[in-house]
């Protein structure tokens, strides 16, 4: 299994302005996953982040919006930049234990935008 | 990629009995996920269904899955209140990715 944490857990932040979410992970692994889930809605994956290359994004998601950060095998940042009341949700990362296990996520940071 | 569909999505059952939540997804997959998510809570890793005709109970809750028919399925038995929450299926965008898609989720409300 993997034990993620997450911070803040949840922040209140004024449109334009940016916030960095950490996700640390308890093990080494090689991807992580960031997810958007919006008010009532079901979970969207926005990125995937790989140590030590760009991270892959998902379409309608872009790196100047979403910037992310993998500087090693346990830690990753996302960054939602320049924000809008649309963007608030929760934001959750999540690793995967290999093909014959579940990916497990991490608590999650709800933002709200005003 | 695949496509991911639950229904019901909305759910309200009287305690002692029981109901079934479908995931109908749109390609092949090697496996399909259950989660369970609690107001205001991430998300419980219930269940991975690997291969066609597993079936995995834990409590009152199992699940299925058909590859063929591309059916998953969550039994639910003599429900109780604890288990109102809302349930997601997902599966990996294509074989072999660790990315997934998730279904709308059923939520779930068990009354007395």
């Known amino acids: 299994s993997a034990v993620i944490s997450q911070k803040p857990s949840r922040d209140i932040c004024q449109r334009g302005t940016s916030l960095t979410i950490q996700c640390q992970v308890d093990?080494?692994?090689?991807?992580m996953f960031w997810y958007r889930q919006q008010p009532g809605q079901s979970l969207t994956l926005i990125a995937t982040?790989?140590?030590?290359?760009?991270?892959?994004?998902e379409s309608g998601f872009v790196i100047d919006k979403f910037p992310i950060s993998r500087p090693n095998l346990t830690f990753s940042t996302l960054t939602v930049s320049n924000m809008s009341p649309e963007d608030s949700s929760i934001y959750l990362c999540?690793?995967?234990?290999?093909?014959?296990?579940?990916?497990?996520f991490g608590p999650g940071t709800r933002l709200t935008v005003l | 990629e695949l496509k991911v569909e639950q229904n019901p999505l909305f759910l309200s059952m009287q305690e002692g009995k029981n109901y079934t939540i479908y995931c109908n997804y749109s390609?092949?997959?090697?496996?399909l996920y259950w989660y369970r998510q609690d107001p205001g809570k991430s998300l419980e890793s219930l269940f991975v269904?690997?291969?066609?005709?597993a079936v995995k109970q834990e409590g009152r809750l199992m699940a299925s899955l058909d590859t063929k028919a591309r059916l998953s399925t969550l039994h639910i038995t003599a429900a109780v209140h604890d288990l109102s929450a809302t349930y997601f299926c997902?599966?990996?965008?294509?074989?072999?990715?660790?990315?997934?898609?998730f279904g709308k989720g059923t939520k779930l409300t068990v009354n007395p």
């Open positions: 390609t092949t997959s090697d496996r």
């Open positions: 093990s080494q692994v090689t991807m």
């Open positions: 269904l690997l291969s066609n005709g």
């Open positions: 999540s690793v995967g234990a290999g093909p014959q296990d579940t990916q497990y």
């Open positions: 982040a790989n140590q030590g290359s760009e991270a892959t994004y």
């Open positions: 997902a599966g990996p965008t294509q074989g072999g990715s660790e990315k997934l898609v």
